[in-house]
């Protein structure tokens, strides 16, 4: 058991207000959780704090080499007044790979959901209640030495800021577009591309703007060997309707390991759905499209849990899925994964964890 020290704020700020859109990542609360690292004493000192600048000296390794963790997952309300998260130990299990592949120290899995559940409940309040709202968790981890060399640090902080959030799709599920990167890759088999790390991010936004400019809200990646079979998109996995079966591309060393990923596998093999994690080539697709048989295509992700996918753009080739529409199965997965979240369904598998 963490002894958490629990500093409140002297000055709250206001809530909200409930016609406010809260647009993802722009409005934080009034307290964070923070503890310390260094070599030889361990994790110490955490603590809830009011939400603050944090003070770190200009050299602090983390500017310079990119030693990083970060998570998200979210706090929901229920409809019976319980607050509600969504496969944490998941999430948990992730940030300490990310941190063995980081050579950041691993944060005990029940220290880290105390935390979670600690300062969930001190911001309860902040938890937004209409529907598709949430408070969004950000953990993440920093290298602090004060050092320019490269090695792993001795000290770190682990930090929890929390940030209410409005539905992803205010007016219900809608198709993206999206754009499949053949210049640019995000990551190689044996890098960092399964650690959630801030470096695959930078080296994301290069292509990310490209394929704004040309109208697509997301880059759909390749593989960085070969630029032929499908890895992810920008911030989701990604999965493929075909013929009756649902693939999507098998962990292989370079691709996020999903939370709502592994949820929607889950629920095909709970519903009889034929599922394969495999190798997808793009011409694969390419041919699906053309012969008729792919019949969906949809995004998995915390931040919006299922993105349908409307339009799909390779070299010059434009693959309108469903006419721009929503599958039946992408609305299904949202259904259901969305009722599991907020208390709704049965819970058959125990996903949902109370925080009180
Ligand atoms: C976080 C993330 C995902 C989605 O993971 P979830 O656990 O489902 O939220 C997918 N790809 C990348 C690159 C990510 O960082």
């Known amino acids: 058991m963490l002894d958490i020290r629990i500093e409140k704020t002297t000055a709250p700020k206001e809530l909200p207000k409930a016609d406010n859109p809260l647009k993802f990542g722009t409005i934080f609360t009034d307290h964070m959780f923070i503890m310390n690292y260094k070599t030889g004493k361990g994790w110490h000192d955490a603590r809830i704090v009011p939400y603050q600048p944090i003070s770190l000296e200009p050299s602090a390794m983390v500017f310079h080499y990119g030693q ?9 309300k229920a409809e019976n007044g319980r607050v509600l998260l969504f496969r944490p130990d998941k999430n948990i299990e992730r940030a300490n790979k990310t941190n063995q592949r980081l050579c950041i120290p691993e944060i005990p899995a029940e220290d880290f959901l105390q935390a979670l559940k600690t300062v969930v409940k001190t ?23 004060p050092f320019l060399g490269v090695r792993p640090a001795d000290t770190y902080m682990f930090i929890i800021i929390l940030s209410p959030v409005g539905a992803y799709y205010p007016e219900g599920l809608n198709p993206v577009k999206i754009w499949i990167e053949d210049e640019y890759v995000r990551a190689v088999r044996g890098g960092i591309g399964e650690a959630k790390t801030g470096g695959n991010y930078a080296a994301s936004l290069k292509s990310q703007v490209k ?12 593989d960085g060997v070969e630029r032929k079979y499908i890895e992810e998109v920008g911030a989701m996995n990604i999965f493929f309707k075909i013929n009756g079966t649902v693939v999507t591309p098998k962990l292989n060393g370079s691709i996020l390991p999903g939370v709502t990923r592994d949820t929607v596998i889950q629920l095909c093999k709970a519903w009889d759905l034929p599922v394969q994690e495999r190798r997808i080539s793009i011409e694969e697709i390419y041919e699906a499209h053309k012969n008729g048989t792919l019949e969906e295509v949809f995004g998995t992700g915390t931040a919006a849990v299922i993105s349908p996918v409307g339009q799909l753009r390779w070299e010059q080739h434009i693959m309108k899925i469903k006419d721009g529409g929503i599958g039946e199965f992408s609305q299904k997965f949202y259904d259901t994964i969305t009722g599991i979240q907020l208390g709704k369904l049965e819970d058959k598998f125990n996903w949902a964890v109370e925080v009180r």
């Open 211 to 222: 394929a704004h400019d040309e109208g697509y809200s997301q880059v759909l990646w390749l």
């Open 68 to 76: 990083a963790m970060f998570e998200g997952l979210k706090a929901y």
């Open 123 to 145: 911001e309860e309040a902040w938890i937004p209640h209409k529907p598709g709202t949430s408070l969004y968790i950000r953990p993440f981890a920093i290298a602090t030495d």
